[in-house]
């Protein structure tokens, strides 16, 4: 489904403060798995992510989604790639202090042109999956750790992509939430997402719902 052909990413190019983050990279994903990149910080994992997601380009090699190409894509379709092909769990979640989780869930379904009233009701049956559904009105800066996550997740799904990609997903949660975060994955996996996610957490990596798990470092895949 996802296919990489020689990507290599390199910042401040021809400058005294150059460096190359990813070096040639090849890699196949297929759909409907959850793939793990580990490696220490700095190997290039979260670089590699916000390309396959097209949030950055690379700066040489090529990408596939289902047979096409599109790190040559202008920027309006590779936004529109972005937004419908793929969900975002950033490490820090990124949700907007001040609003509430609903409005926060609901928030990148805004430019797809949907009327407010079938977003909410998307939005709503994805906290009640989420078991946030007492907590839509609720400020998230009010909300504990594990229910940041499953926010930032259920913003993640709202547009229903079919690739999920996490940073570090579990990297605020204790053992227990990060069991019940991996629960939740395998429910999305079954009903057909995809999942890359970057991650140092053994419970993560080590979790019987991975199907591949990809070591990183110095910018290759070891």
């Given amino acids: 489904m996802i296919e990489l052909k020689q990507i290599s990413k390199t910042y401040n190019d021809g400058k005294p403060t150059e460096y190359t983050a990813l070096k040639e990279v090849n890699l196949s994903l297929e759909a409907r798995t959850a793939a793990v990149f580990v490696g220490p910080s700095g190997s290039g994992k979260t670089t590699l992510l916000s390309i396959i997601g097209c949030m950055s380009r690379p700066t040489s090699g090529r990408i596939w989604l289902d047979g096409k190409e599109v790190t040559s894509l202008p920027e ?11 969900g975002f769990v950033f490490q820090n979640y990124h949700l907007i202090k001040g609003l509430s989780v609903l409005e926060n869930t609901m928030i990148p379904a805004h430019p797809t042109g949907k009327t407010h009233r079938s977003v909410k009701d998307r939005a709503m049956a994805l906290l009640s999956k989420m078991n946030l559904e007492t907590r839509a009105g609720q400020k998230v800066e009010h909300l504990s750790g594990g229910e940041q996550q499953r926010t930032a997740f259920a913003r993640a799904l709202i547009n229903d992509p079919y690739v999920i990609i996490a940073d570090e997903p579990t990297a605020h949660l204790d053992s227990e939430l990060s069991k019940t975060l991996l629960e939740i994955i395998s429910g999305l996996k079954e009903e057909g997402k995809t999942f890359l996610i970057a991650s140092h957490d053994p419970l993560v990596y080590q979790s019987s719902v991975v199907d591949t798990v990809i070591t990183m470092r110095d910018g290759k895949i070891v």
Avoid: G
């Avoid at 309006?76 to 793929?86: C, L």
């Fill in 76 to 86: 309006r379709f590779a936004a529109e790639t972005r937004r419908s092909t793929f």
